[in-house]
């Protein structure tokens, strides 16, 4: 059975809560509204949204300053690209088993993830496990697979010393973690006693976390020193940079001959600045994985999942009601977040 026929009894229900943007600006244009709920075409599900993921991508799109290689969204929209939850409905040609699945899927540029239901093509649907939360789900699903392509592109060994930026977000505390989980000392650089806490507990234990973790505020200019101290003077050998800014500069210049280093991004709002002088005298390589092409995303995604299905990653998550959205892409522009921002779209 599929189709219309195969649509939970909810027939009374017509509309849901959702986050409805009617304009780009800065994060009070993300407004809470009533809104149709969805009706599933041929090949998509509808899912009850548990968790939904913020993305630094979403505060460009939101302001309408998204990279070229983005769609600009036709406004009216509800953003969100990544939801976790049970699947309640399906259209045309998508088989009614599926109905009552816990799931979690990227949903693409589509959006539609802040909301209490939302649409995803069947074929784009990872089923998970009763024993996965859903908030974790999400927060591995887009920056998991991030996670995992930086991974390709780092090639980290067991003899690696690895120095994090920004160990306390998303895809920084994934990182932490394979790289702890493949044996590496992980030098996890965060900022203040808040975000130190949530550093801290990435380390999974002994069956997983193979490595050595060491925390250091980024804040305290010292760090470099302490950390010099910490490793008995050896020196880092792989940079995973997805701040910039001083912080990452610091950590560049840390780095041993032969250093590799890996530009995710740069949260502070200024690029890791390097030149030739900089790769040629300390033999380095440079490596920017993200922008590229992918063959197969879905891939990456299985894997991501896999690590957390199995405890190799845990991401640590910061829930919001699906109210405060607003002030979820805030935390995220000041840099406040610890952990992966997730929406709370239902009551618990």
Excluded: C
Aim: charged share 25%; hydrophobic share 45%; proline share 5%.
């Amino acid at each position: 059975m599929s189709g219309d026929a195969a649509i939970t009894d909810e027939k009374e229900r017509e509309t849901m809560r959702a986050i409805v943007q009617r304009e780009f600006g800065e994060s009070e244009v993300l407004r809470i509204e009533e809104a149709t709920l969805p009706i599933p075409a041929e090949g998509e599900v509808r899912v009850r949204v548990a968790a939904a993921g913020v993305h630094a991508v979403d505060l460009d799109i939101r302001r309408d300053a998204a990279l070229p290689s983005m769609p600009r969204p036709t406004l009216p929209m509800t953003p969100g690209r990544e939801i976790a939850g049970v699947v309640d409905a399906v259209g045309p040609g998508v088989d009614a088993d599926l109905i009552g699945a816990r799931v979690v899927a990227h949903v693409g540029f589509r959006s539609g993830g802040y909301a209490e239901f939302a649409l995803s093509a069947a074929s784009a649907l990872h089923v998970i496990d009763d024993g996965v939360a859903f908030s974790q789900a999400v927060a591995t699903i887009g920056t998991g697979r991030t996670a995992q392509l930086v991974w390709d592109a780092a090639q980290i060994r067991p003899t690696d010393v690895v120095v994090v930026p920004g160990a306390s977000g998303g895809l920084g505390s994934q990182m932490v973690q394979l790289a702890l989980s493949e044996g590496a000392t992980v030098v996890a650089l965060h900022g203040g006693p808040a975000k130190r806490a949530v550093v801290e507990h990435l380390d999974l234990g002994e069956k997983h976390a193979r490595g050595r973790l060491v925390p250091l505020d980024a804040n305290d200019e010292s760090w470099p020193d302490r950390m010099g101290e910490l490793l008995d003077g050896k020196q880092p050998s792989v940079l995973l940079d997805g701040v910039g800014g001083g912080t990452a500069r610091a950590a560049l210049e840390s780095l041993g001959r032969g250093g590799r280093v890996v530009i995710i991004g740069w949260s502070s709002g200024e690029i890791l600045r390097l030149d030739t002088d900089d790769i040629v005298q300390g033999s380095l390589s440079v490596t920017v994985p993200l922008g590229r092409a992918v063959a197969d995303l879905r891939a990456l995604e299985a894997r991501a999942l896999a690590a957390l299905a199995d405890g190799r990653t845990s991401p640590p998550v910061d829930e919001y009601g699906l109210e405060d959205a607003a002030a979820a892409h805030d935390a995220i522009a000041q840099r406040r977040q610890r952990g992966k921002i997730v929406l709370v779209p239902q009551p618990r």
